[in-house]
């Protein structure tokens, strides 16, 4: 019989790095809000990702990971209501929703309070160390169909957004990023809470 | 696919965390195919089965429109 351990490795790196040449260059053409935003980007890309593997977690070995704070009790918690298991599932779609609502916003204006959202991140995030969770051929399905929906609300967003408001590339691409993050990590909680 | 993975594991005394471990898969697989939301691949049913000491059709069933479609 196969062995059922997962050999599944979590990367975290292309969008981000590509973002910060790309800033760089910008700068170095003088087209410095166009950098900023991107700057701005770049953090957001880069908390949006540690806040997914915060989430999720990784353990000592690449094929472990662990299940963090928000999701360390997957639902029901023992003796949890209907209700409650709601108010938390809208707690956090609404944190995430209002986070990453504020990091398109500093891409855009730059404003530092902004910031607090982004931090509340790692506040609710990082604090819980949860269960070992195995990602195995169930996690794994979960998480392409995370994926998959992920890209398409994306293009869907990119498409609305280029015919409704007319963006510019950096706004298109802004968006796109934005729903992306936040598709994959409340469609990937929702399987595994 | 019906299964008697809740029963079965109640009879033991285990926890979905515990059968997990045996397994060598989440407690989230587990929890999954005990409320029918994930059909286990044939490694993990054999093993399943093997976790038990019992035959992977005394364990699963087939739905019924599952069988007539096979018919």
């Known amino acids: 019989m196969p062995n059922e351990t997962p050999k599944v490795k979590i990367s975290i790196n292309g969008t981000a790095i590509i973002l910060a040449a790309v800033a760089l260059v910008a700068f170095w053409a003088g087209a410095v809000q166009a ?17 997914t593997i915060a989430w999720i977690g990784i353990g000592e070995h690449s094929d472990e990971v662990r299940v963090a704070a928000v999701a360390s009790e997957t639902a029901p ?6 209700f409650s298991r709601g108010v938390r599932v ?8 209002v986070t990453a609502m504020a990091f398109l916003y500093l891409a855009f204006s730059g404003h530092p309070l902004l910031l607090l959202p982004a931090l509340s991140l790692f506040a609710v995030v990082l604090p819980g160390a ?34 409704l408001v007319r963006p510019t590339a950096l706004e298109l691409f802004a968006v796109v990023l934005a729903v992306y993050a936040i598709v994959l990590e409340w469609a990937a909680w929702r399987e595994l809470r | 696919m019906k299964n008697r993975l ?17 397994l060598g898969v989440s407690r989230q697989t587990v929890n999954a195919i005990e409320k029918g939301r994930y059909d286990p691949s044939l490694p993990l049913a054999f093993k399943i089965a093997t ?12 739905e019924e429109s599952e069988v007539s479609h096979a018919e």
């Open chain 1, 35 to 51: 950098a900023w935003a991107l700057v701005w980007l770049y953090l957001a890309s880069l908390v949006l990702v540690a806040a």
């Open chain 1, 77 to 82: 918690r023992k003796g949890e209501g209907l």
């Open chain 1, 90 to 97: 809208v707690a956090f779609s609404v944190w995430v929703v």
């Open chain 1, 130 to 163: 949860g269960e070992r969770l195995l990602v195995d051929e169930y996690v794994r399905s979960v998480l392409v169909r995370s994926a998959t929906a992920a890209h398409a609300a994306g293009l869907a967003a990119g498409f609305l957004a280029l015919v």
């Open chain 2, 6 to 22: 809740p029963v079965l594991r109640a009879e033991r005394g285990w926890s979905q965390a515990a059968l997990a471990e045996r």
């Open chain 2, 51 to 62: 976790v038990f000491g019992l035959a992977i059709e005394d364990i699963f069933e087939p």
